[in-house]
């Protein structure tokens, strides 16, 4: 049985989401992360980088979005989350999932913990006043160069999709006007009708 560690509003939703849509059997546990439960003793040992999702298959427990989303699609052949038959095409998804951890993602999060940069105050609000900027632009870049539509990859749903829809989500506490960006705004709306995410946000909310 797999297990999804996550916390709400975090990029967690993107994992929950992808096993919501595989079909494979699983449970989740959720997070306090408010209450800092990510740094506590008992959740190290399951993740010692005190981040979710974690992942706990019966083979060990995998960390990263980017990983535990290719080993969802990986593990569901069937679900077709990811272009499995093709390297290139695989690869190309591989490049915006890379894209959205290592970019998109360490951009919002100099709001919210510009303290994992900075401690000096004028450093932390000169990070956050950045945001709008940052984020702003690596959408433009995913509208207009990276987004294929209607899904991320084109004619097929993957494991891209969930991943751009947390981001999106986002946006608009970032300082970021989401109609800015036509195509994915209307990915986000497609995303909502979708009912793995529906369930995924039922989780969460639970």
Not at 38 to 65: F, M, W
């Amino acid at each position: 049985m797999l297990t999804l560690y996550f916390a709400p509003g975090t990029c967690a939703l993107a994992s929950l989401i992808a096993l919501e849509e595989s079909g494979l059997s699983f449970d989740t546990k959720k997070v306090n992360t408010r209450e800092n439960e990510q740094r506590s003793e008992a959740y190290l040992k399951i993740n010692p980088k005190g981040r979710v999702p974690a992942l706990a298959t019966d083979r060990g427990v995998l960390t990263e979005s980017t990983a535990i989303l290719a080993y969802i699609a990986q593990m569901a052949p069937a679900a077709k989350l990811a272009p499995l038959d093709d390297p290139f095409e695989f690869a190309r998804l591989q490049a915006f999932n890379g894209y959205i951890s290592s970019t998109v993602h360490v951009n919002h999060a100099h709001r919210p913990r510009g303290s994992r940069w900075a401690d000096d105050e004028a450093a932390l609000e000169s990070m956050k006043a950045k945001v709008p900027q940052t984020m702003g632009e690596s959408f433009e870049l995913i509208e207009a160069a990276m987004f294929r539509g209607p899904w991320v990859m084109g004619d097929n749903y993957t494991v891209a999709d969930p991943y751009l829809f947390v981001m999106t989500s986002w946006l608009p506490s970032d300082g970021v006007d989401p109609t800015r960006f036509p195509r994915v705004s209307e990915h986000y709306a497609r995303m909502l009708e979708r009912p793995a995410v529906q369930r995924a946000l039922a989780r969460e909310k639970a």
